[in-house]
């Protein structure tokens, strides 16, 4: 089945520091990739969907400038929090859909983001 | 736009007993239905999904829902509980136009099974 890998599964950082997240699908193409933050005991919010080779579509009241998503292969997109805070520790959850085949939605593992 | 709404964050059963997640979801057109589970630290996993065709969809770990138009409902059933049941669970609809679609998750209903 689709299989999507997510690293890394926790993270700490200083405040101030930039901090990367990759999501790669292993066993398909993965067209439009999406990112979510979930807090403790909260659903999870969608970021942004990118789509491979172009910029990502971001939710509102995301910004763009600190969440940097990039999606250049078919098979991976990171995030980047830029300038981390401790507000920004949160989990971040990745999620990748093919237009080739509707199987639905298939997830990452997720990534701890503690920012000290 | 879509919405789904999760009655109850918490739910406890006994082992051996039904469970019944509800879930309820608003949308203009036909929708796509999930129900996703979470486990502590993890991202989510399917357990089944409604897109088109027979309306009653059975899912893995002996789950299954019923996609019920009139009620615009989706709810989770399964007969008995395992203590390996506990974990989060998410009801999730998406609208596909085009190429684009994405999900929109419902709270989450955290399930409890007690011996």
């Known amino acids: 089945g689709a299989v999507v890998s997510q690293h890394p599964s926790r993270v700490i950082c200083k405040s101030g520091t930039s901090v990367k997240i990759e999501c790669r699908s292993l066993d398909f193409q993965a067209t439009t990739m999406f990112w979510y933050r979930q807090f403790p005991k909260q659903s999870l919010m969608l970021m942004a969907t990118s789509n491979e080779g172009s910029k990502a579509t971001y939710e509102q009241g995301v910004e763009k400038d600190k969440f940097l998503i990039n999606h250049a292969s078919l098979t991976l997109s990171t995030l980047t929090v830029t300038s981390a805070h401790p507000e920004d520790s949160s989990f971040y959850i990745c999620?990748?859909?093919?237009?080739?085949?509707?199987?639905?939605?298939?997830f990452g593992s997720g990534t701890r983001l503690t920012v000290v | 736009a879509q919405s789904v709404t999760q009655l109850g964050s918490h739910v406890s059963v006994s082992e051996g007993a039904l469970v019944l997640l509800r879930c309820n979801y608003s949308?203009?057109?036909?929708?796509?239905l999930f129900w996703y589970v979470q486990y502590p630290n993890q991202g989510l996993q399917l357990l089944l999904k409604y897109t088109t065709g027979a309306t009653l969809v059975k899912g893995i770990n002996g789950f299954e829902a019923e996609f019920k138009k009139s009620e615009t409902s989706f709810h989770l059933t399964k007969p008995s509980a395992h203590m390996s049941d506990a974990a989060e669970y998410f009801c999730?609809?998406?609208?596909?136009?085009?190429?684009?679609?994405?999900?929109?998750f419902g709270t989450g209903t955290r399930l409890q099974v007690t011996l």
């Open positions: 949308s203009s057109v036909p929708p796509y």
């Open positions: 999730a609809v998406s609208v596909v136009t085009g190429t684009a679609s994405k999900l929109t």
């Open positions: 999620s990748a859909r093919t237009v080739t085949l509707y199987r639905g939605y298939t």
